[in-house]
């Protein structure tokens, strides 16, 4: 059975940190401490900010509610009023889901995975539980302490689990896609892709992923035989970086500039001209893609089963 374990009460936590965790920009966060008084930071002697982690789990309870369709001001309020959520995962969850997922368990890794999603939700559960495992996992392969084979069951089994989460959602149709998801030629990491897909559905947003390492010339055909917005080419790789600029470029191009092209992942760069870069976690693309496509409130599904 899944447990939750509380951690102590510090004030250590940096902004660039609460960001991280929380999905929101720094901007935002400091916005809402002035607007809403939410959170409440301490100071450094240099006059840092640092959020306790009840302060830190705070801010990430409104976001949810947030990204379900709450007023900034109505999240907070609920966030504060409602009983205490369960506190945010540690290194050592993320730690037993490592080596369930490279030991083969797929019964238990998926048990673990739903048991979290049914506490937290699953923008919660895929941030700071399923892609910091399989981040782990990409570490242990590149010292060698994981197998290629090890880490493609792990992906296996995380892909599973969206696959439930899709496939227990309400059956809504959301109309023709608004992105396109896809990683360029030569980029096989697509979990990612999958991921993000299952978020914007979430948030009320039409989309369709393509996968991973889809030829250049197919990505702009189907661009425009859907008639997209927006084409979103994920790089987990920096040695693609330059491949994924060049795919970004040709769509763009075999459309005369009528979709924008997003580039998102570790291994995007920070600015290329004609392409926008997508905030760096996954929920905070998402977020930044639905606010684009201006979703109303009322299409956006709950987070949580």
């Known amino acids: 059975m899944y447990k939750q374990r509380v951690k102590p009460a510090e004030t250590d936590i940096r902004l660039d940190q609460l960001a991280k965790v929380t999905g929101l920009s ?19 002697e240099g006059g840092h900010r640092r959020y306790s982690r009840e302060q830190a789990e705070l801010v990430r309870r409104a976001a949810l509610l947030v990204r379900s369709g709450l007023r900034a001001a109505e999240a907070i309020a609920r966030a ?18 490592a ?16 048991a979290a999603w049914l506490a937290l939700g699953f923008d919660a559960t895929l941030e700071e539980l399923a892609l910091p495992a399989l981040r ?17 069951v792990a992906t296996g089994v995380v892909m599973s689990w969206l696959g439930t989460v899709r496939s227990e959602l309400p059956a809504t149709d959301l109309g023709a896609p608004r992105y396109l998801l896809a990683t360029p030629e030569g980029e096989q990491h697509g979990l990612a892709v999958w991921a993000l897909e299952l978020l914007l559905r979430l ?14 010339d197919d990505l702009a055909q189907e661009t425009r035989r859907f008639g997209v917005a927006g084409v979103v080419l994920g790089v987990a790789r920096p040695a ?4 994924a600029i060049s795919a970004g470029r040709r769509v763009a191009q075999a459309t005369n500039g009528g979709v924008t092209v997003y580039l998102g992942g570790a291994g995007a760069p920070d600015q290329v001209a004609g392409l ?12 930044f893609l639905a606010r684009v496509a201006q979703v109303p409130a009322e299409q956006r599904l709950l987070r949580s089963k």
């Not at 409602?82 to 037993?96: F, I, K, N, T």
């Not at 080596?99 to 739903?114: F, M, N, P, T, W």
């Open 80 to 97: 504060r009023t409602e009983g205490a959520p369960a506190p945010p995962l540690d290194l050592v969850e993320v730690a037993e889901l």
């Open 26 to 44: 720094p901007v935002l966060i400091r916005a809402w401490e002035r607007r809403y008084g939410v959170p409440v930071p301490s100071r450094t």
């Open 276 to 287: 926008l870069r997508l905030p760096p976690s996954l929920t905070a693309a998402a977020d």
């Open 136 to 152: 782990d996992i990409g570490v242990g392969w590149a010292s060698g302490r994981y197998s290629v084979a090890e880490e493609h």
């Open 203 to 216: 948030r009320g947003v039409p989309s369709r992923a393509l996968g991973a390492s889809v030829p250049t």
């Open 240 to 243: 693609l970086r330059r491949a």
């Open 99 to 114: 080596e369930l997922l490279v030991g083969g368990d797929a019964v238990q890794a998926l048990d673990r995975l739903r």
